[in-house]
């Protein structure tokens, strides 16, 4: 009982010391507990619905976010990894039987394969030229995929495959608690010494390689890691529609991801996710204005991006959090003085 | 036999239809610091890009301890001991001062040699301290000044603990005095020791420098490029006699 005391005693102060200090900490926490409890306070199945795949979709913003806003590796292909994730986890389940909890890591692996495939033939590009190399990939797995109409099921894709588990809620529980532990896996991963070598890979290739590093090595792992967490996107969406169609590898899947995530601000893994859940959600409820939701979904986007062209989340976090010129650590706006140095800021 | 620290042989690179470095070779031994001047466009950063394996060349060979080294990668070969800097400084400049240093700490040979280092920003802190920028860690790269561009350059070469420095005009862009400091912080690197948690081998060197009125100070032995070969070969005061070092810097007299 006192070790359970003092173990309580410790948590309250880490939330204390760690959380409450800065109100974009205090902001994620918050959203933590919201996406945990909404089931809670609705049972809206169509509410459900959308957020279960918003979930998913913002493990794959972020998982772009990881490969070429963190690496710098331009990814104008990334459906690729969603489409393979998905059309693997749906094969594995059609045809070998496979419960959703054994073909979503395995379509991942299948995935990651894939980023190695592409990954090594585009080592040698970079900037423009990779982001259209990229792209052609999944219309090349798209030729593939009709071009295979008894394995695929060509335009009408893979139907009928298991549900991810019993009951929407049960669904909800599984994507979103996915999700929010690949994010936080995604940015301890950009937050490691393996992070520090994206950037550096992002920032300056030849200069990294020598410092002794081996960047081929590098972008093939960021390949494969971002290929790993989208495929497990597509696995999670194939198995909640219960079909893996073309759509999944369709370009304007790929330019969605990139939209996303800009929108959110890259380079933050935070910024993309958030960006799933305005965007997403915004672009379901303009339903009831059918002929105008692509045209009010252009005008947030450009306005977002004309005013804040570091993202949104980004310029958000700069209005209420300033760095200590001294430290560099994030104060509270309102402060004066820094909370760690005692620095006056500006 | 003894093999040579370094040795290079008939070393060729072609850009285009220039011959950007023609049949080079010569040899050092460890414990030489070696100056490399010349008029601009003679060849001495391609000569040193060939060596870290930047670019490859087209003929000819480079041994290290014994080693060929053509052929490799970058870094490998900066893992084998060999580790240079940058003329056009190239930091990554959305990254702090410390962590340009920790991708240097990050590197095969780095990990293999601080074993008991136990945290990587000690060691990068050590490095800047060596430098002499360690006061502004945190800021961000893009915030430096030339002078202090020049010390990070060296800061992250001098972070892979090297047996073989390659310096590309480590005074470029720097003041009088702050010449002086960078002189001094050289000649201290090549003899060795300790600096903080950061050991130095005393590494051999290759400076490649216009300012010689400095670059004399500190290097025992001088090579003179033009056009892509090598014209004159000496100690620094056989080579500021040199008839044809003059001619090649200042051109041919005419009365």
């Known amino acids: 009982m006192d070790l359970f005391l003092f173990y309580l005693r410790k948590l309250f102060t880490i939330i204390k010391k760690e959380v409450f200090v800065l109100p974009s900490r205090i902001v994620v926490v918050l959203f933590f507990i919201l996406l945990l409890l909404l089931p809670v306070f609705t049972k809206d199945l169509y509410l459900l619905r959308i957020f279960t795949l918003t979930s998913i979709f913002a493990i794959l913003a972020a998982s772009w976010d990881l490969l070429s806003g963190f690496t710098g590796q331009m990814n104008f292909g990334h459906a690729l990894f969603f489409g393979v994730g998905a059309y693997s986890a749906a094969l594995l389940n059609k045809y070998a039987g496979i419960p959703p909890w054994g073909t979503i890591p395995l379509g991942a692996l299948g995935a990651v394969l894939s980023g190695l495939i592409i990954g090594i033939p585009c080592l040698r590009l970079r900037g423009t030229y990779l982001a259209l190399t990229t792209l052609a990939f999944p219309i090349i797995l798209m030729g593939i995929v009709f071009a295979l109409p008894d394995l695929t099921g060509g335009e009408l894709g893979i139907s009928g495959i298991a549900r991810l588990a019993g009951s929407r809620v049960t669904d909800y529980y599984i994507t979103v608690v996915v999700m929010l532990g690949l994010c936080t896996i995604m940015w301890k991963i950009t937050d490691s010494n393996t992070g520090i070598i994206f950037h550096a890979i992002r920032e300056d290739e030849l200069a990294v390689r020598a410092s002794g590093i081996n960047t081929t090595r590098y972008k093939l792992l960021a390949f494969c890691l971002s290929g790993f967490f989208a495929g497990i996107s597509g696995g999670l969406y194939a198995h909640f529609m219960r079909i893996a169609g073309p759509s999944t590898l369709e370009v304007s899947m790929s330019f969605q991801v990139v939209i996303w995530a800009i929108f959110g601000g890259i380079v933050t893994i935070y910024g993309p996710v958030g960006a799933v859940f305005i965007l997403f959600p915004l672009l379901e409820f303009l339903r009831f204005w059918q002929e105008l939701r692509m045209l009010m979904f252009a005008v947030v986007v450009l306005l977002i991006l004309l005013y804040m062209p570091d993202g949104l989340f980004r310029w958000l976090r700069d209005k209420i959090e300033k760095e200590c010129p001294r430290c560099k650590i994030r104060n509270v706006a309102m402060r004066h003085t820094c909370r760690v140095c005692t620095a006056q800021l500006d | ?255």
């Not at chain 2, 340009?100 to 301290?129: F, I, Q, Y």
Request: with cysteine; proline share 4%; charged share 25%.
């Open chain 2, 1 to 255: 036999m003894t093999q040579s620290f370094l040795e290079i042989k008939g070393l060729t690179k072609n850009f285009g239809g220039l011959r950007a470095v023609n049949n080079i070779g010569f040899s050092m031994e460890r414990n030489q610091v070696l100056g490399l001047i010349g008029p601009n466009g003679a060849g001495k950063t391609t000569l040193l890009r060939l060596i870290t394996g930047i670019l490859k060349p087209d003929a000819g060979n480079v041994r290290f301890m014994g080693k060929e080294i053509v052929g490799r990668k970058t870094w490998d070969i900066v893992n084998m001991g060999i580790a240079c800097t940058f003329q056009n400084m190239r930091p990554f400049r959305r990254l702090p001062i410390i962590a340009n240093v920790m991708v240097s700490c990050l590197s095969p040979r780095a990990m293999k040699r601080g074993e008991w280092v136990k945290r990587l920003e000690a060691k990068a802190m050590d490095a800047l301290e060596f430098a002499g920028i360690s006061d502004m860690a945190r800021e961000k790269a893009s915030t430096l000044s030339q002078g202090d561009l020049k010390r990070l350059e060296v800061a992250r070469a001098v972070a892979t603990e090297p047996e073989l420095l390659l310096l590309d005009e480590p005074f470029g862009g720097l003041s009088p005095a702050e010449t002086d400091l960078m002189a001094i912080s050289i000649r201290r690197l090549h003899k060795g020791g300790r600096f903080g948690r950061l050991h130095s081998e005393g590494p051999a060197m290759i400076i490649v420098e216009h300012k010689l009125q400095w670059l004399m100070k500190i290097v025992d032995r001088i090579i003179v490029l033009n056009f892509g070969t090598i014209i004159a070969d000496g100690t620094p005061d056989e080579i500021i006699k040199n008839p044809r070092v003059i001619e090649a810097y200042l051109g041919q007299g005419d009365a």
